[in-house]
């Protein structure tokens, strides 16, 4: 049995999926279940990492758990809950989902930051653990959606700055791998696609996709910051954000791996091939 969080989300669902597809027994966690996949042999289970009980009744009888968490402070705490609910439960293999550049020495605050406990968590327990640190996601651009539809340019705050856009389903695939076979116990892989990409770059994929001239504007950082706060996002998410969007724009996240590719023998998909197969997304219809 393969205990799956996340699994209403965009990695999770495809982990489910795939897990699935595999003939695997799969326990699907959400904290809404009737949100939950509804595939064979897929158990849909409450589970909510501030909720003890709950998270100890879905780990029952586990034998694997895929741990991914909405980032955030509170990462730290929902990580050591869900990895001491999963030693106590005897589950025996655990794949997580970091973020590129944790523990690594910077300047800024970093989201990578808030999975910091929960990677020490796992290397210091006796669980059979692999720590995935993917790059940005391609999906990250469906916020563009809605400027996209209406002809309007799509917010940059990152200027120029480049990273290993990575397609979620390659870190859905490599999770999957790490589940099932005991080719990666102990080991951090940083996933990242085939190119770096600035927001001007993939705008300018999606335009020809699209058939259309996809433009962008660049955002001040401070506007940036303004923005969020009044849409009411976590003030310390916010600072991690501009963070993160100011070290983007400097090109510290331009960084590519083969780890992709080392784990599922072929390249990593590229950020066109993502857009393609989602463009229905960014027409009006």
């Known amino acids: 049995m393969i ?22 027994r799969v326990r699907a966690m959400t904290r809404e279940p009737s949100k939950g996949a509804t595939s064979p042999g897929v158990e849909v289970v409450r589970g909510d ?15 694997a758990l895929f741990l991914l968490s909405a980032p955030g402070p509170w990462l730290a705490r929902h990580d050591e809950a869900m990895v001491a609910t999963a030693r106590a439960a005897g589950v025996r293999r655990v794949v997580k989902v970091s973020a590129i550049g944790t523990g ?4 800024d605050a970093e989201v990578g930051d808030w999975h910091l406990a929960g990677e020490r968590a796992l290397s210091s327990s006796e669980l059979e653990w692999t720590v995935l ?8 651009t469906l916020r563009w959606a809605p400027q996209v539809r209406q002809g309007r ?11 290993g856009v990575v397609d979620p389903r390659d870190v859905a695939e490599v999770a999957v791998t ?3 076979s005991g080719e990666h116990v102990r080991t951090v892989l940083t996933l990242t696609g085939p190119e770096l990409l600035s927001v001007p770059d993939m705008a300018k994929a999606l335009g020809e996709t699209l058939g259309r001239a996809v433009e962008t504007v660049d955002v001040p950082l401070e506007v940036y910051h303004e923005r969020m706060i009044a849409a009411g996002v976590d003030p310390e ?10 070290k983007v724009a400097r090109d510290g996240n331009a ?3 083969r780890d992709v590719e080392r784990v599922l023998g072929r390249t990593p998909r590229t950020f066109l091939t993502w857009a393609a197969d989602h463009s229905a997304a960014f027409v009006s219809g």
């Open 153 to 163: 340019p799509v917010p940059n705050t990152t200027g120029n700055g480049r990273q």
């Open 255 to 257: 960084r590519l791996t």
């Open 3 to 24: 205990l799956v969080t996340g699994a209403t989300g965009t990695v999770g669902g495809e982990v489910v999926r795939l897990l699935a597809d595999l003939g695997e």
């Open 104 to 107: 690594e020495d910077h300047e």
């Open 49 to 63: 990492f501030d909720d003890p009980g709950s998270l100890a009744e879905a780990a029952r009888g586990a034998d």
């Open 133 to 140: 640190r993917p790059s940005s996601f391609a999906s990250n």
């Open 178 to 180: 790490a589940l099932t």
């Open 237 to 246: 998410f916010a600072a991690f954000a501009v963070d993160g969007s100011r």
